[in-house]
């Protein structure tokens, strides 16, 4: 038995940059993914990237495979953090002797991905946004954040950055919403629609 996360064929087909500079360039690049992914039916309107946070140097670019993929826990950073790991052949981004490690991600983390962000290694978080909007604007379940979730990540070593081009990412979600895509939260027939 073997579990299977993949890149969608036009990720996978794409020459990605090796490097990219400055935090606005990096979520740019994280938001054209997600818009991307539920353009091509290839998921949900998210997508993070990992990054050698010093370098610019991009170790692993993923986006939400739940449904293509058949796997509930495939949301864009478990997914990216895991090809991360797997690339650099290390379950710890933080490890002795390794660069820090960013992930780059376009709005804030759900339950689920605030654990899967803390057990990377990854030393810092850079969101787009972090208020209520994905809930409001697409009916996604984020699920029971702590109400200082990012004082826990602090906590632990993460430094978080939010509000990284805003306008950008909400405009990717209304246009997620308006496109009458699914929503695949947990036990469907209580999941909401949008709009
Ligand atoms: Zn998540």
Known sequence: MVVEISLPDWLSAETLPTHIESIEDRMRFVIALSRRNFENATGGPFAAAVFEEATGKLVAAGVNRVMPCHCSSAHAE??????????????????TGMPAHQI??????????????????????????????????????????????????????????????YDEAVAVFHAFAASGAVVYNGRGGGAKTSG
């Open 78 to 95: 478990v997914t990216t953090l895991s090809f991360a790991q797997k690339r650099l052949g290390t379950h710890d981004l933080g490890g």
């Open 104 to 165: 780059v991600v376009n709005w804030r983390p759900c339950t689920m991905c605030m654990g899967a962000v803390i057990w990377s290694g990854a030393t810092s978080l850079v969101i787009a946004g972090s208020d209520d909007s994905v809930e409001r604007i697409t009916g996604f379940d984020e699920g029971p954040m702590p109400h200082d979730w990012q004082g826990e990540l602090e906590k632990r070593g993460i430094r978080v950055t939010d509000n990284v081009l």
